[in-house]
């Protein structure tokens, strides 16, 4: 049977994860990790191509959305997929990062990323959790950024600020009803858009890892945030102690 771009998918006795930016990386990795734990994958992301072909490698009985998660007609598309599914698990994974410096970027860059990494991740997470019953599970991929930001990542650092502390109150807000809410903090992984060449290798995860540490978080009931790997839990501790001048000085080289 062919993997089909349903609006509204048909039942199936697998629990339903939907997964943003699954087309490639963190996302891509996730649809895969899912798939083999026994979820129904609903793929979402731009390139229909990319979609496609990943359903069929996951096999029978999982869809895809293209839905360009910037604008209002692909966030809505994808609410109401959430909302009429049911999903039991959203990852809201997509997420752009634009480097360079402030003022030279031009702003529409920064408004795409404002778009996708914050207003995307709040309606999405808004659909889900409006409907959520306990046992269901909401994962915002959010960054070790968040909380040390970087000069020349201004925006998306601030971006992703933002989903932590989003993610963190809605995990007050839902934890003690059985609904898991995680926000997932990754340091440097090795993804086509982000492949870290210039970095020292032990520090740069694979997507694989980092999402074998989201799924130990939800599965453990960690929360409200998981931070792969010992080096960047140990950076995001320093961020925490540290004066903050000193914490900006951290990865401004
Ligand atoms: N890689 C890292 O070092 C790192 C570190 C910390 C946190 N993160 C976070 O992890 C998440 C995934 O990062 P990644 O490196 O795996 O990204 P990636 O390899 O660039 O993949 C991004 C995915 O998002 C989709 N996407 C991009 N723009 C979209 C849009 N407007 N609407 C819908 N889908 C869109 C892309 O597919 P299409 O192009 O087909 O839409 C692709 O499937 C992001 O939130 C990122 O901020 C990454």
């Known amino acids: 049977m062919q993997p089909t771009p349903l609006p509204h998918p048909p039942a199936d006795a697998r629990p339903t994860a939907l997964v943003t930016g699954a087309g490639a990386g963190i996302g891509r990795a996730f649809a895969h990790r899912l798939a083999a734990d026994g979820y129904r994958v609903i793929a979402v992301a731009r390139d229909p191509d990319r979609l496609r072909a990943l359903t069929a490698h996951l096999g029978p009985g999982h869809h895809w959305l293209a839905a360009d998660l910037t604008t209002e007609d692909g966030v809505r598309r994808t609410a109401d997929l959430i909302t009429g599914t049911p999903v039991h698990l959203l990852i809201n994974n997509a997420g752009t990062a634009v480097a360079g410096p402030f003022t030279t970027t031009p702003p529409e860059q920064a408004q795409e990323m404002l778009r996708l990494n914050c207003l995307a991740v709040t309606v ?41 502390t989003l993610t963190e109150a809605l995990w007050a807000a839902h934890h003690r009803s059985g609904v898991r809410v995680l926000a997932l903090c990754p340091g440097m992984t090795a993804t086509a858009s982000q492949p870290h060449h210039d970095a020292p290798r032990r520090l740069v995860h694979t997507p694989e890892q980092v999402v074998a540490a989201a799924m130990r978080g939800l599965r453990d009931g960690d929360g409200p945030t998981v931070v792969p790997g010992a080096v960047n839990r140990l950076f995001a501790l320093a961020t925490r102690l540290l004066p903050r001048r000193r914490t900006l000085g951290l990865l401004s080289h």
Request: charged fraction near 15%; avoid cysteine; charge should be positive.
């Open 124 to 164: 999405l997470s808004h659909a889900f959790l409006a409907r959520a019953r306990p046992g269901d599970a909401l994962l915002n991929v959010s960054s070790t950024l968040g909380w040390a930001p970087k000069a020349d990542l201004a925006v998306y650092s601030a971006t992703k600020a933002f989903t932590t």
